[in-house]
């Protein structure tokens, strides 16, 4: 089974541009995730979509936004660039949904998308 | 807020060496919480889990163990090796109201030398 890919693995853009980021969970996967990594902060969560519907969100300002499509995949969009954005952004998936006190649900994460902003 | 707290890195250690990367947690709830590794130019991968108090998580000879008195996860191996060496991270997942999120911690890269 093929695992996450994500779309590109490398982009450089200039301040006040705008991207996209493509994210392919795994077949028959529902839920997306999408994290931003940096030297400094860390790991921090942006959202999760399931089933084409945002339900969780980070605290992330509006530039950064995503949609999920009917076949799951999905795309985070970061508008306006700043210096700051330059990050590893890192989609993960998972199935099936989580119900109460069914137990954690494994996140398979992709190699991410490594964006620079100049 | 929930959170995670890692010690520091980077540690580094020689072939056959014993490591301990210390994880402790703040939540809510009972937490669900992990082990992920990331090695260079990649993704994370789970590397092991826990779900409930007292459960001991283990795989490729890591473990840890779920403690609820002192909110803690740390991952122990009693041998490590060079193809070890990677960023380690620390994760609770609260699952609260039927959705979920992550938090991670800031990760421990650990170097091991031949």
């Known amino acids: 089974k093929a695992g996450v890919t994500q779309t590109p693995r490398y982009l450089i853009k200039t301040r006040g541009q705008q991207v996209t980021l493509s994210c392919s969970p795994i077949?028959?996967?529902?839920?997306v995730s999408w994290y931003q990594q940096t030297p400094g902060q860390g790991l921090q969560f942006l959202f999760e979509?399931?089933?084409?519907?945002?339900?969780n969100k980070g605290n992330f300002p509006g530039r950064f936004s995503g949609r999920q499509f009917s076949n799951s995949r999905s795309e985070m969009n970061v508008s306006t660039l700043e210096l700051g954005d330059s990050a590893l952004y890192l989609c993960?998936?998972?199935?099936?949904?989580?119900?109460?006190?069914?137990?954690?649900?494994?996140?398979?994460f992709g190699p991410g998308t490594r964006l620079t902003v100049t | 807020g929930d959170s995670v707290t890692q010690m520091e890195g980077p540690v580094t250690l020689s072939e056959e060496a014993f490591l301990t990367i210390n994880c402790t947690y703040t939540?809510?709830?009972?937490?669900?919480l992990f082990w992920y590794v990331q090695y260079p130019g990649e993704g994370l991968q789970l590397l092991l889990k826990?779900?409930?108090?007292?459960d001991k998580g283990s795989n490729k000879g890591f473990e840890a163990t779920y403690r609820k008195e002192t909110t803690s996860f740390h991952l122990e191996k009693g041998s490590v090796q060079v193809s070890d060496s990677a960023v380690y991270f620390c994760?609770?997942?609260?699952?609260?109201?039927?959705?979920?999120?992550?938090?991670f911690g800031t990760g421990t890269r650990l170097k091991v030398l031949a």
């Open positions: 993960a998936s998972s199935f099936p949904t989580r119900t109460s006190g069914s137990g954690p649900v494994e996140q398979y």
């Open positions: 077949s028959g996967h529902r839920s």
């Open positions: 979509y399931f089933s084409e519907t945002q339900r």
């Open positions: 939540a809510t709830g009972y937490p669900s």
């Open positions: 826990a779900t409930k108090a007292d």
């Open positions: 994760a609770l997942n609260t699952g609260a109201s039927g959705t979920y999120k992550y938090i």
